[in-house]
């Protein structure tokens, strides 16, 4: 044989197995599909609560069958608009301004666009990103007058007559491009809202467009400019309908990252027809079925299209349970939608942030399983950059460590000392080991008692709980061990001024000064 020969089957022999290499890679890495509910309690999935929920969720509870049940994952805040910066970011919202409370409809963009985001690196590392859902973030709303978007000062009154469509309800150009958003932030694609469906403006968006103009006055509790056939209670559905077809029509060799933020159970808290009635306790009951049926339209999705086996799943929540669930009634047909723990939505107590979070990914995940590994929300970043053998630059991902480990049962060890949790009034708690305390008298949120009731009787000016005893939260250990108190501030106080609580050069944090004492220290 010639040379020439020899060297031309060589050259095709190296692509081919170039080829295949690439191939091999491509197929090894998952697609990876994140579905995060709203105001959905730690109880409220069946199966993280068998003795105390009486609310049927057999698709996340088939999840957990499946995959891997993290019984000890948190989000960075117990509201809703930090959790989403700190998933997105990998870092803690208390180091931007946004200090306490959450974005509303018409917020300005909280995350700039020179920051890495999580869909930003996957999509820099060949994915196809896309979301599908709730953003409340803030957006670059154009506007007819150059002035921040805002509704009309008569809203209110427009809402108690009829809204003509040629009266103006706002000053937003919907014709306008929408700016600061998702696709601007790594993501290829977004359908979806501006916040909760509860905060106008009431009409949906693709992409960097207003699919229609906010011509008619809306109120699901707050009224705002929506679009004649946007309605709440079919905002679910329509969500559920763009993931399943964005899941069943895709077609790139590329791996995808699909993040599902979903408005439910959140509220205003709107079964459809078909679920009103099947919890036997409540509408919020009914909702939250809604929203487990959400978990298996997507799962069933992810089966006919033969996906299933190299997609990682994940299901988990914003934050606790709202007393808009209206607690009394669950507690009274025997649910406690925060299971053994303390507190709900807002507060710093354990209901507020402690979340399900449900993990499945048949090719690297032995079903059944559960891991006790504490980890926040913020380590998406980090677990997927592990996932692909990245590193991650020194100005991203600040607050985020790899839980890849646990998926195949192996040790999750972080440079991380402990984990920082935040209330919506912008009170912290600082987590080490079974260790907890809490720089608040009270809740620290919406929980009685609040802050003013806990101060007017006296209450120590911290907490201090060993959860492994007291998972509950109810012997304050603040004045007996002291040692412990102070430790854990000041590795508090450490990971706050050094912009960051993992291993890497010192960061900045946006704000030159962060109050840790809301109530003060005495």
């Not at 899941?247 to 990252?257: A, E, G, H, R």
């Amino acid at each position: 044989m010639k040379k020439s020969n020899v060297k031309k089957l060589l050259a095709i022999g190296l692509v081919a197995v170039a080829t295949l290499q690439v191939a091999a890679q491509k197929e090894a890495r998952p697609n990876v599909v994140y579905i995060l509910a709203d105001d959905l309690g730690y109880g409220d999935v069946q199966c993280l609560n068998p003795e105390r929920g009486k609310i049927a969720t057999p698709h996340m509870d088939r999840l957990a069958a499946e995959g891997m049940t993290f019984t000890d994952a948190h989000t960075t805040s117990s509201v809703c608009t930090p959790t989403r910066y700190g998933i997105l970011t990998g870092r803690y919202n208390w180091r931007t301004k946004l200090q306490r409370h959450v974005l509303d409809g018409y917020g300005q963009p909280l995350i700039p666009t020179d920051r890495m985001t999580v869909p930003s690196f996957l999509q820099k590392n060949g994915y196809t990103t896309a979301m599908i859902g709730k953003w409340h973030l803030g957006l670059g709303i154009q506007t007819i007058d150059g002035k921040p978007a805002k509704p009309a000062a008569n809203i209110r009154k427009i809402e108690r007559k009829v809204a003509h469509p040629t009266e103006a309800l706002s000053n937003i150009d919907w014709k306008g491009t929408i700016e600061g958003g998702p696709v601007d932030l790594g993501f290829d694609s977004w359908f979806g809202i501006t916040a909760s469906l509860d905060f106008p403006p009431y009409v949906w968006i693709r992409d960097r467009n207003w699919i229609a103009e906010g011509t008619h006055v809306k109120a699901f509790r707050r009224p705002g400019p929506a679009s004649e056939d946007f309605e709440a209670v079919e905002v679910l559905d329509k969500l559920a309908a763009e993931s399943v077809s964005f899941i069943k029509t895709y077609q790139s060799d590329k791996p995808f990252f699909a993040y599902i933020p979903l408005p439910s159970p959140h509220t205003p808290i709107v079964p459809t027809d078909k679920w009103k009635g099947k919890s036997g306790i409540s509408d919020y009951g009914d909702f939250v079925m809604q929203t487990d049926d959400f978990v298996g339209q997507v799962v069933k999705a992810l089966d006919e299209s033969g996906l299933s086996e190299n997609t990682i799943v994940i299901v988990t929540s914003d934050n606790g349970c709202s007393r808009a669930a209206k607690f009394d009634v669950l507690e009274s047909h025997g649910h406690f939608a925060s299971a053994q723990y303390r507190g709900s939505k807002a507060d710093l107590w354990e209901g507020g942030h402690r979340v399900p979070f449900l993990v499945k990914w048949p090719k690297a995940i032995e079903a059944g399983s559960v891991s006790d590994v504490l980890t926040c929300q913020t380590d998406l970043m980090a677990t997927l950059a592990d996932l692909l053998g990245k590193e991650l630059p020194p100005d991203a991902g600040e607050d985020s460590e790899s839980i890849l480990p646990a998926f195949i049962g192996k040790p999750v060890v972080h440079s991380r000392k402990g984990i920082v949790h935040h209330s919506v009034s912008g009170h912290f708690a600082y987590r080490q080991g079974n260790w907890k305390l809490l720089l608040a008298k009270g809740s620290g949120g919406w929980t009685a008692p609040n802050e003013k009731a806990a101060a007017e009787v006296g209450a120590p000016v911290a907490q201090l709980y060993d959860l492994a005893k007291d998972p509950g939260e109810t012997t304050n250990l603040y004045a007996t061990h002291p040692e412990v108190a102070e430790r854990l501030l000041a590795q508090l106080e450490a990971d706050v001024s050094r912009g960051r609580s993992t291993a890497g050069p010192a960061g900045r944090n946006d704000v030159d000064e962060i109050a840790l004492w809301k109530s003060g220290k005495e």
